[in-house]
């Protein structure tokens, strides 16, 4: 049995459930109860905090999990685990800030005994390790933008994504310490046991194909005979388009391809130049 550690709140949260769903990986879920079933036997979810995803999997409490890079750096456990899968969503830097109003403005302002407060005081100690530079390190559990301005800390390391929340509070990034994504990683031990490999491999497949499928769209036409070559040149599709006769019209041929989501705005009109009609446009949830 593969045990799936899913965070249970957060920003990816939800955004992994979704990718899950269109993967085919249906999660039955009672309540808030802290485990569920899939549509595989074989393969169980536990809900845990994404901050405790990396050291469950590293020790080996679940097989896989997802979680951010950053806090699989914050635990120490990035020679423990593998990274199967980058989501590509999820974005987030864990950056260096001080107040807007303050003399600190680079790295080399910042001086030896200085105070800096943050939720990831692992990655913030080896980031400052590697300058050689000394600061106390204090650890908070939220309101981290707050620290400089009520005595607490001369400048914070924290989590942001645009930026926005840094601003309105006032504060200026300084330096940036690592960046991140949403990630699938595996216990090791769980990689050497095949039967386990061949289901965590499966999962993967499942993954990645609803993930690509989510920057493509199925296009279906109905179209003139004689515009075929030049509408195959418009949408050359993944392995050139699938061309079928129209039974109710011999001039007319049925068309359809996937093709990028970003290229449908501009190629709507050039097909319906060509003579295109009938034209559909649909989502895709996995392309393998």
Known sequence: ??????????????PVM???EKAGLKITVKGRSLFAN???????????????IPEFVADGVADIGVTGYDLVLERNVEDK???LLDFGFGFAKLVLAAPENSNINSVEDIKEGMRVATEFPNLTKKYFDKLNKKVEII??????????FIGIADLISDLTSTGTTLKLNRLKVIDE??????RLIANKKSLENEKKKEKINQIVLAIKSALFAETKRLIMMNAPK???EEIKKLIPGMAGPTVSKVLSNDEMVAIHAVVNEDEIFSLVPKL????????????????L
């Open 1 to 14: 049995m593969i045990m799936f550690a899913l965070p249970n709140k957060g920003r990816i949260s939800e």
């Open 272 to 287: 319906h130049a060509l003579g295109a009609r009938d034209i559909l446009v649909v989502p895709i949830e996995r392309i």
């Open 226 to 228: 004689d515009k075929v």
């Open 81 to 83: 685990v593998d990274i």
């Open 38 to 52: 899939t549509v595989d036997k074989d393969i169980k979810v536990m809900f845990a905090r994404a901050r405790d």
């Open 18 to 20: 979704d990718v899950l």
């Open 139 to 148: 650890e908070l559990s939220g309101a981290t933008e707050i620290a400089p």
């Open 177 to 182: 310490i690592v960046s991140s994504t949403t």
